[in-house]
């Protein structure tokens, strides 16, 4: 319901990442002027370095594509809704077997021109420090909000416990990668061979997983308690489980042959594209707070990386997210003042994907509002909806971040042991429920 007091022929949107990019576009193509406001490059996070919008940090993938993953069924509900971020993402792919991943600076740089092309953005290039109080807000800062906004943000939500961690994986230059040693292929020969992959024998590993196991890491400053998101914990911190959570995790060898053996190997480190051209590659799932000189020494360790050269190095980061099921409501917006609005990965979501759902629902509910309809919350039996719930409702005494699975959707009602049949109909059903729903919209 629209309040006379707040402004309605201009809502402000602050930050310029995915949640932002999309909430901005859904109101602006329904009608409604937006002032965007970016900081970039004003002023620079410590992880980002580009003054583009919709800026990629931790990876260059928004996931596997295709039905039968939840991140595909997600893409797919996204599109329907009219999501940009899938829209450039699939102009600006790269090989990758069955993910959705992108060139990065091609990437960011459409979605800039999107919103720079749309009349009724207008894009200021600022640090808020303050929320306005004159009008619809949607906060979608992302995970590395700025000190001051965080403060601003505590003030309308009450929440002064803003943080926790997450890690980036290190990139190398390809022209650096042993391809001698290093073979391409995609798991199980899916997708074609878009992955370079690294195999090591038992003997190799175990040097590598020494060397790891006992590497320095970059301190947690004293006042802040460290909290990893468990999607994206450091390649040591996993590795301090023991070896097997390496093996059955991010250096899992099943699907692989060694053209030089083959044999499957021990272990293999996967390494996937960063531009089309292959002139840089993300080490997967290798997420790190070792320091520089360490991470240097311990991943050139991996046979094919003895002479890597890193086009960046990885690093953790605090990330910044509100307690969604106790400050906000299923609109996203916050229950001690309505007029303020999350979107992205600040609500406590996950991922890519995720954070720009969010930002799809934000703008779109807010546009429906200003227009004199509330529109009902996206069907629980839909991954959006699903991720909305989760956000506003999810259980527990601790609110933890969440990303896109098929956990997260209602039960089908029915036991099946066929789990690709049961993923299979849970995508149907969603999609149905969504449909149905943006008819009434």
Wanted: glycine residues 10%; neutral net charge; aromatic residues 8%.
């Amino acid at each position: 319901m629209v309040e006379d007091r707040f402004k309605v022929d201009e809502v402000a949107v602050v930050g310029g990442g995915l949640a932002g990019v999309e909430a901005a576009l859904q109101l602006a193509r329904r009608g409604i002027r937006v002032r965007l406001f970016e900081m970039k490059p004003v002023k620079y996070t410590e992880a980002h370095s580009s003054p583009d919008l919709g800026e990629l940090v931790c990876s260059n993938s928004l996931k596997a594509m295709g039905l039968g993953q939840a991140s595909g069924l997600l893409q797919e509900e996204m599109s329907r809704l009219g999501s940009a971020v899938i829209d450039v993402a699939l102009t600006n792919r790269v090989a990758a077997g069955q993910a959705l991943a992108v060139n990065r600076e091609d990437f960011s740089k459409a979605l800039t021109r999107l919103i720079e092309e749309e009349p009724l953005i207008n894009l200021v290039r600022e640090e808020g420090t303050s929320l306005p109080k004159d009008r619809y807000t949607i906060v979608a800062t992302g995970p590395l909000t700025s000190e001051g906004m965080a403060e601003a943000i505590s003030k309308v939500t009450g929440d002064e416990d803003l943080y926790f961690y997450d890690a980036m994986a290190p990139i190398i230059e390809g022209d650096s990668i042993d391809l001698n040693i290093a073979f391409a292929a995609s798991r199980y020969e899916k997708g074609g061979p878009d992955y370079l992959n690294c195999p090591m024998t038992r003997e190799e590993f175990e040097r590598f997983f020494t060397a790891l196991t006992n590497s320095e890491t970059v301190p947690t400053r004293n006042f802040e308690k460290e909290r990893v998101f468990q999607g994206c914990q450091p390649i040591e911190t996993l590795a301090a489980k023991g070896e097997k959570t390496l093996l059955f995790g991010p250096m899992k060898p099943v699907g692989f042959t060694d053209p030089r053996t083959g044999k499957r190997p021990h272990a293999l480190l996967q390494l996937r594209r960063e531009d089309e051209a292959g002139q840089r590659w993300n080490m997967v799932g290798f997420q790190t707070k070792l320091t520089y000189p360490e991470q240097k020494r311990v991943f050139r360790l991996i046979p094919g990386l003895e002479e890597a050269r890193f086009y960046r190095l990885g690093s953790l980061h605090r990330n910044t997210y509100v307690d969604g099921p106790r400050v906000l409501d299923g609109y996203l917006r916050a229950r001690r003042a309505p007029w303020v609005q999350f979107a992205g990965q600040i609500t406590g979501v996950e991922g890519y994907l995720e954070s720009a759902a969010m930002g799809i629902w934000a703008g779109l509910n807010l546009a429906l509002r200003l227009s004199g309809k509330t529109p009902d919350l996206p069907p629980e039996e839909s991954g959006i909806g699903s991720l909305v719930r989760h956000v506003y409702s999810a259980p527990g005494k601790r609110y933890e971040p969440m990303n896109m699975n098929f956990g997260i959707l209602p039960p089908l009602g029915i036991r099946m042991k066929d789990k690709k049949e049961a993923k299979r109909l849970r995508a149907e059903r969603a999609l149905k429920a969504l449909d149905g729903w943006m008819a009434t919209l």
